[in-house]
């Protein structure tokens, strides 16, 4: 069998497809392999191009086979579909992944740290204690409501509420529905500490980070933001402009206006915009300036023009 030179590997849970070629691209190894078996696999071939769509556990997989001596890059599962060339199955797929990687115009997806991953972790948990957080003052001020008990909205309206619930001497709440009620504040109170707590640990990674306080600099970020664009972009340069990182973020209005202005624009764009749309070019602007900010090494700076 001759030297395998370039291997494409489909992700699963429990049964992984792969796909190995040698350098004139004959097809050489085509097989399946159990998760227990994996590295096992990769252990015993000589160093060569691994390629994988990213998508979950590939970050974990990457690092592991790269440790190997292979070398490993992952790209955007959309970009690898047109390589598909007949029905979509696990070993098409593997097929597909091993000549997408080959490709010069492929773009990659940097390999994310243990590090960066936890800090994603950190912030995933944290969206969803705030999640969690709201559908339970949510259930609480319905399940009040059909005893027509109502607050005014936010924090000290749910205050009230919260003290009606606690009052066992108020007979508008009957007993079995207390009881129920007192349940979800005591699970709204513990996730308020959860969520806390997680702000607390994402502000001491905030510290630590020497970058993460430079993006921290820029009007509109704060360590919630900076800690995520850290944690989430392990190298910039994998973006060739500000612009394919807001729409690699999900920003997908486009706003021309240019770095010398930080308000004016965004006033003037309310006049003519919505809200919603002002926020999205707003966000757009704020990731031009990390992607910037990032590539260079440079801290953020006040525009000439505002400051003249």
Not at 116 to 121: F, G, H, N, P, W
Not at 124 to 132: D, G, N, T
Not at 151 to 156: D, K, L, M
Request: charged share 25%; glycine share 6%.
């Amino acid at each position: 069998m001759k030297e395998v030179t370039t291997i494409g590997l489909d992700l699963a849970k429990s049964v992984f497809q792969v796909h190995g070629v040698d350098a004139s691209g004959k097809p050489v190894i085509r097989r399946q392999l159990k998760r227990s078996q994996v590295l096992a696999f990769f252990r015993k071939l000589p160093p060569c191009l691994v390629g994988m769509e990213a998508c979950a556990t590939s970050h974990y997989w990457a690092r592991e086979i790269a440790k190997l001596g292979h070398e490993v890059r992952m790209m955007p599962a959309r970009y690898v579909k047109a390589y598909v060339k007949r029905n979509k199955n696990d070993a098409a797929d593997a097929e597909a992944i091993c000549e997408a990687v080959t490709r010069p115009t492929m773009r990659f997806v940097p390999i994310k740290t243990p590090k960066q991953q936890s800090v994603l972790v950190l912030h995933r948990s944290r969206h969803l204690f705030v999640r969690q957080r709201t559908a339970l003052v949510n259930a609480l001020r319905a399940h009040l409501a059909e005893f027509g008990i109502v607050a005014g909205v936010g924090r000290n309206g749910l205050e009230k509420l919260l003290e009606v619930i606690a009052d066992d001497q108020d007979e508008r709440v009957p007993p079995a529905a207390r009881d129920c009620l007192l349940a979800l504040r005591a699970q709204l109170a513990m996730v308020k500490q959860q969520i806390l707590d997680a702000d607390r640990r994402i502000l001491v990674w905030h510290r630590a980070s020497e970058l993460s306080r430079r993006l921290d600099d820029i009007p509109g970020v704060g360590p919630l933001i900076a800690t995520a664009l850290v944690a989430s972009i392990p190298d910039p340069h994998a973006f060739r402009s500000g612009r394919d990182l807001s729409a690699w973020i999900g920003l997908v209005p486009k706003q021309h206006s240019t770095g010398g202005r930080r308000r004016p624009w965004l006033a003037a764009l309310l006049e003519r915009r919505s809200t919603k749309i002002a926020a999205i070019a707003l966000a757009n602007k704020i990731a031009r300036i990390a992607w910037a900010m990032m590539v260079r090494g440079t801290r953020y700076q006040e525009p000439i023009q505002q400051a003249a």
